[in-house]
């Protein structure tokens, strides 16, 4: 019983400090100028559904929380949402928002369009300068998102510039993340 009892007791404390800990993209790019790091964006709208899978099996996998949360600044951007952004001396905003709209298909913000993102949920990271590195289109898993949150992380993305270099490295590449 008492086993029963420490177990549970492990179970609901990982769980409270495996969830990530979204800010905005303009929090995630004032904290870039006093530490410097990558960037990890969840470019989601309110009505995708494989927005909201991420959400339940990838973005709360406490493998993933732990690692996003260390490794980088995660934000969350809706791509259809309302929010301000200052990015690169430029204020992007979604001018056709409608707020009546909410929950359904909207005016993409002009920062989503700008990073040219065309599918939901797209993830886009950034260095610790703020320029995008690669965006990654549509549904991952845990373990299919974590080749590219290592790849960017260690920066062994410089060194993949062929098709060849990213077929090796992903024929190499050992994951450890559990679903």
């Given at each position: 019983?008492?086993y029963?009892?420490?177990?549970?007791?492990?179970?609901?404390f990982?769980?409270?400090?495996?969830?990530?800990?979204?800010?905005?993209?303009?929090?995630?790019?004032?904290?870039?100028?006093?530490?410097?790091?990558?960037?990890?964006?969840?470019?989601?709208?309110?009505?995708?559904?494989?927005?909201?899978?991420?959400?339940?099996?990838?973005?709360?996998?406490?493998?993933?929380?732990?690692?996003?949360?260390?490794h980088?600044?995660?934000?969350?951007?809706?791509?259809e949402?309302?929010?301000?952004?200052?990015?690169?001396?430029?204020e992007?905003?979604?001018?056709?928002?409608?707020?009546?709209?909410?929950?359904?298909?909207?005016?993409?913000?002009?920062?989503?369009?700008?990073?040219?993102?065309?599918?939901?949920?797209?993830?886009?990271?950034?260095?610790?300068?703020?320029?995008?590195?690669?965006?990654?289109?549509g549904?991952?898993?845990?373990?299919?998102?974590e080749?590219?949150?290592?790849?960017?992380?260690?920066?062994?993305?410089?060194?993949?510039?062929?098709?060849?270099?990213?077929?090796?490295?992903?024929?190499?590449?050992?994951?450890?993340?559990?679903?």
């Open positions: 019983m008492k029963i009892y420490l177990s549970l007791l492990f179970l609901v990982h769980s409270m400090h495996s969830q990530i800990e979204w800010m905005t993209m303009n929090e995630a790019l004032e904290a870039q100028k006093s530490e410097p790091k990558k960037i990890f964006a969840d470019v989601y709208t309110d009505w995708c559904g494989p927005c909201k899978m991420m959400d339940k099996n990838t973005f709360s996998n406490p493998d993933v929380a732990e690692y996003v949360n260390t980088f600044y995660p934000v969350k951007f809706n791509a949402g309302a929010e301000k952004v200052d990015y690169k001396g430029f992007y905003t979604n001018p056709n928002y409608k707020p009546e709209r909410k929950g359904k298909r909207n005016a993409q913000h002009f920062f989503a369009n700008a990073l040219k993102v065309s599918a939901y949920p797209t993830v886009v990271f950034f260095d610790e300068e703020s320029n995008v590195i690669s965006p990654v289109v549904y991952r898993t845990p373990e299919q998102l080749i590219y949150l290592k790849m960017i992380a260690t920066d062994a993305y410089k060194e993949l510039k062929t098709q060849k270099a990213w077929q090796k490295y992903q024929s190499n590449f050992q994951g450890t993340f559990k679903n």
